[in-house]
């Protein structure tokens, strides 16, 4: 006879975001209003990507940027400059967003007049990964910098994503990082996955990005 019950808290946590998230995901297509998650490492060039992004996008769709971090608003201050409509969002010491978190910044945000939203989330590779939002889609860099193991020490990242980045491509003769290797540890964990090499400082690959994500937004909004 059992002396005490044994509650596992996290699967229940998780069982009940995965519920949030479903649902969020269901008023977004509805609303045909695309939500990019987009994940990364510290330094790895978020901000700067997602200035690019709203660059070559921003004359044929309305976007909509969430900035979350611990505590700062560096982030959307710099991309409140380019015009797009964007929001901070405290996560009060949380290392990761989860479905509700994402709801509370998009009814903040608004969405009736957005068609692309992208969420730029807390910059590392554990929490953010195991936390569904509610996105459309999955998204993360990989920078040059970081090396070609990252796949290896972080799988779960790698593999809930849809799409990888692999930006400061225009460094990579000063590191010791091989593209072909890690293009192949990124596949055997996501064989379907979609890898992109890109500089966000001078602007290569930019263009096959966008074209990804258009191509997503088709797809999404049939």
Known sequence: MEKYKVIEIKENVFKNNDKQAKLLRSDLKKDNTFLLNLMSSPGSGKTTTVLRTIEALKDEMKIGIME???DSDVDANTVSKTGAKVIQLHTGGMCHL???MTKQGLVELGTYDLDFIILENVGNLVCPAEFDTGSS????????????????KYPLMF???????????????YFDFDLDLVKQY??????NIKVI???AK???GIDEWANWIRQEIRVWNQ
């Open 202 to 204: 001078t602007g290569e």
């Open 186 to 191: 990124i596949k055997n964990l996501n064989p």
């Open 137 to 152: 889609k999955n998204a993360m860099i990989l920078s040059i910098p970081e090396g070609h193991d990252k796949p290896l």
């Open 159 to 173: 593999s809930i994503v849809d799409v990888v980045l692999i930006n400061k491509i225009d460094a990579i003769e």
């Open 197 to 199: 090499p890109i500089s």
């Open 98 to 100: 989860d479905a509700d």
């Open 68 to 70: 979350a971090d611990i």
